[in-house]
Structures are given as C-alpha cells and as structure tokens.
C-alpha cells in the first residue's frame, strides 16, 4: 500500500484519491514530497543531532527544531548528550540506541509538517519506555489532525491507536473496518490454524 501511495508502481485497475484527487494526476516527486515517513530502519547521516533533524527542513529555526525535537520526546535526551544539538553521530547513528534513533527520525517527520505521516514497524524497536513515548506521540499527532498511517505487525498497536484497521495478508485484502473487530477476526483466524 506504501508503494501504490507513493506511486513507485501505479495501481491495474481503480484509483487511489487524496482529498478526493486521483493520485496519477499528481507528478511523482510532488505527491512523495506531501508524505513524511518513519521507517523501522532508521536512515541518519554523518553529522550533527540539528543536521539530521533538520534534513526536512533546512531552514529551520532553533525553535523550530527544539519544539519538534520536544514533540518527538526526544530533547531530554538530546540535551544529556556531550555537546546536546551539536553532537555529532556516526553514519548511520551507531553511537545512538535504536530508540533514539527512532526519536530522531520522529522528529525529522514532525518538523517537516507533512499532512499524511506513514510510520512502519516505528513501535517494533526500542524497550518499552521508548515504545511508550512513541505511542504518545503519535496519539498526538492523530489528534492534531495529520493523517497517520501505521504499518504494524502487532495486533495491540493497532487496536488500541487506530482509528480504522486495514487487515493484508500474503497480498490479499482481508478486511477493513474498527480496529477492534478486524484484530479480533485476525486473531480467530489465527488460532484456528494454530
């Protein structure tokens, strides 16, 4: 669904529509640059903790930058580092934990201000204070009115933060429909073929 989203191959049959207008009017580059992504594998760059935030956004402010960066619930971390914002992490973030990480590229999305966000697997990572300040983030951001799109394998992420549940399975369509009825049919189905 990502993939049809951002059109890296079109749909054989219907259409997809974003605020009522078919994704195949759209030019590609324009339609990828209104979404933001969190993927399960973080990408961060050589650099500063602020170039890495900021790569969405180059010409973010301070302000900018700290209140996403606080948004993400990422600060308090960034500020016990030895030079905070100006820290400098290896390619890839290897002097981070995966949570933080995480945070950083949660950050990323917030300062970006996309409308549509697609976070995948983002709550499959990290222990389970990192998982929980995600979680809180991405409420709030729900109830800010972003659309977020959450690819999850787990069944209680999905029924407890969603606000409609779209069930796939080795590329069918199962089910769509409230999260609680589709992770329950999920988890029936499930059991009977244990």
């Avoid at 993939?3 to 049959?13: A, G, H, P």
């Avoid at 500063?48 to 010409?59: A, G, T």
């Avoid at 302000?63 to 580092?81: P, V």
């Avoid at 222990?127 to 929980?132: I, P």
């Amino acid at each position: 669904i990502v993939k049809l989203l951002m059109r890296f191959y079109d749909v054989n049959s219907g259409n997809i529509r974003i605020d009522g207008y078919n994704i195949k009017d759209f030019d590609r580059s324009e339609l990828r640059e209104a979404f933001g992504m969190v993927l399960q594998d973080t990408w961060l760059k050589k650099g500063s903790i602020r170039e890495n935030i900021c790569m969405s956004k180059p010409d973010a402010t301070e302000d900018e930058m700290i209140a996403a960066a606080k948004a993400a619930h990422a600060h308090s971390f960034i500020k016990r580092l030895p030079q905070g914002y100006d820290t400098q992490i290896t390619e890839d973030g290897g002097n981070l934990s995966q949570g933080q990480k995480q945070l950083l590229t949660i950050a990323r999305a917030i300062i970006s201000k996309k409308e549509i966000l697609i976070l995948d697997e983002v709550l499959s990572v990290g222990d389970e204070f990192f998982r929980k300040k995600s979680l809180r983030r991405i409420k709030e951001m729900i109830h800010g009115g972003s659309t977020v799109l959450m690819v999850s394998h787990g069944m209680g992420t999905i029924k407890d933060n969603c606000t409609k549940a779209v069930w796939i399975e080795k590329g069918e369509l199962r089910m769509v429909g409230d999260p609680k009825e589709v992770c329950k049919a999920y988890s029936n189905m499930n059991d009977k073929s244990a």
